[in-house]
């Protein structure tokens, strides 16, 4: 960057062959997080849900703009917050290049807009997904859900599993390493925000293709398994927040996938791309799941 | 724009030769804006604003963000707002690229980031001023202020004497081509949001110099020359919002700045830049005006 905070504009050099992709989250307060959440933990996601936008389209972090309304300001509540936010930035050596501080007449309203860099052409779109190829997922999905319903009261946990899911929950990985290293094998990317019915339905539409889902084989983390089976099936398929990548990839790649992915978080093949224009999530005996559920609704 | 709204990310090429120019701004309501303000002034604003910053920059805008936080959907609300927001974006060619829109759980609260681009190098900056320029103005001064304190009921106006202003206050003109026409004749520039006195400070800051302003040419309005000379020079002087531009060019310089001005804005010359590191603000028999008051707060 030539220059950063400080002057009327960030300046941001151009990267030769390459496209800016660019994402803007707002995060509201008692919409998107409740109030008693850790500032470090609140300044981590919010610039975490920015992060895994650029995942998504295999783009390489370079800096990001952050709009802060606030009610009070708080030196103790701003320093554990940019403390959470910066630890994230620098992990992914991307700079806060700007930025705008208000009062807020009630609640907090954090808005990021990051920007990273891809090579011309070559950014992962949700448009791309071919029928037959593998549909594959990152991670666990239906964790964060579950963390939600805890700290809402509406789920009890052991003391372990609840504290790994509310981490789940309020400091999702973005999975951007991942994405930069699907570039060249994915057909199709998407981050997984409002759940996996929703987002793969948005790849659906934009590729114009069909996809039939196993939900056997969707990956569930021990503490979700523990549920009861429709409870899983409400969190992992439409719940929200996971932040993980959703992607497809020619069926030719699997072996290739599996090795960009190792050592960053497994990867999971857990459906195909079909010609139908319907999305099917079928159980092990081939019956229908059904995925009339809403998709996940911020509180 | 390769891409925009509807994927993770925007996607937007590189332009050979030219950095990019990125400011954010957030708009919040009770505290930048009223609630009874029209949607489409507050729509024009909120990008009037972010476009004067790429304007302080000489940078020509590109593309914008737009993220939105409502405490209800009202349509009619928001067509008004996209209304008055789409006409300025039009006029300058600047494309809505990407956005979120988020239930806000009080006021309204609008971010916008603004993208534009500069050939590498030639940005004006607040640091460039040099001992002797002269330091200019666009437009007229305090008329936003004066339209603030009129719609607060803190003075009375005649009413096209009141309606003048308060378009000041509420439709800002951004400076945006004469910004980029200065960017080789300036030595260095600001938007004028926070005051005359606020913002040449930062320049003279920003660029290790003093300044001297001569009061009697600070341009002001017919409406604001019917106010007692203390209002005027509170409002001209440390009155917010203007969103003008104030710019410093080298004295040879001042026939080519009132040509590349002409036909979009009249320009002043307001005084000069000194070696010594203070300001001073002079009336016409030379004696100190006093500037010790705060600048302009927002409401």
Not at 29 to 54: Q, Y
Not at 229 to 258: C, H, K, M, N, W
Request: glycine residues 10%; contains cysteine.
């Amino acid at each position: 960057m030539a220059l950063g905070v400080g002057d009327d504009c960030a300046l941001i050099a151009s990267e030769a062959g390459a496209q800016w992709a660019v994402s803007t989250d707002t995060l509201v307060e008692h919409v998107h997080f409740l109030s008693d959440v850790d500032p470090a933990a609140l300044g981590h996601k919010a610039l975490a849900v920015s992060l895994s936008d650029l995942a998504a389209c295999g783009a390489t972090p370079r800096c990001f703009f952050l709009a802060l309304a606030l009610p009070s300001a708080d030196p103790a509540w701003l320093e554990r917050f940019s403390d959470g936010m910066y630890a994230l930035a620098d992990l992914h050596c991307c700079a806060l290049a700007g930025g705008d501080t208000s009062r807020s007449s009630a609640g907090i309203v954090i808005t990021i807009t990051a920007l990273g860099y891809v090579p011309t052409g070559d950014a992962l779109l949700r448009s791309g997904a071919r029928v037959g190829d593998d549909i594959w997922v990152s991670g666990e999905l239906g964790d964060a859900a579950l963390g939600l319903a805890f700290r809402r009261g509406d789920v009890d946990l052991p003391q372990a599993a609840a504290q790994r899911v509310v981490t789940k929950l309020e400091l999702p990985v973005p999975r951007v390493l991942l994405g930069v290293r699907l570039r060249e094998l994915a057909s199709s990317a998407i981050d997984l925000s409002d759940g996996l019915v929703g987002d793969l339905r948005h790849v659906m539409r934009a590729s114009g293709v069909g996809a039939v889902v196993n939900w056997a084989q969707i990956p569930r983390s021990a503490v979700l398994q523990q549920q009861p089976i429709p409870t899983q099936q409400r969190l992992a398929l439409a719940g929200g927040d996971d932040y993980e990548l959703l992607f497809t990839a020619a069926s030719e790649r699997r072996a290739q996938v599996i090795a960009v992915a190792a050592g960053l978080v497994p990867v999971t093949r857990i459906g195909i791309v079909t010609s139908t224009t319907g999305l099917e999530v079928v159980d092990e005996d081939g019956a229908a799941v059904d995925t009339g559920m809403i998709a996940f609704e911020h509180f």
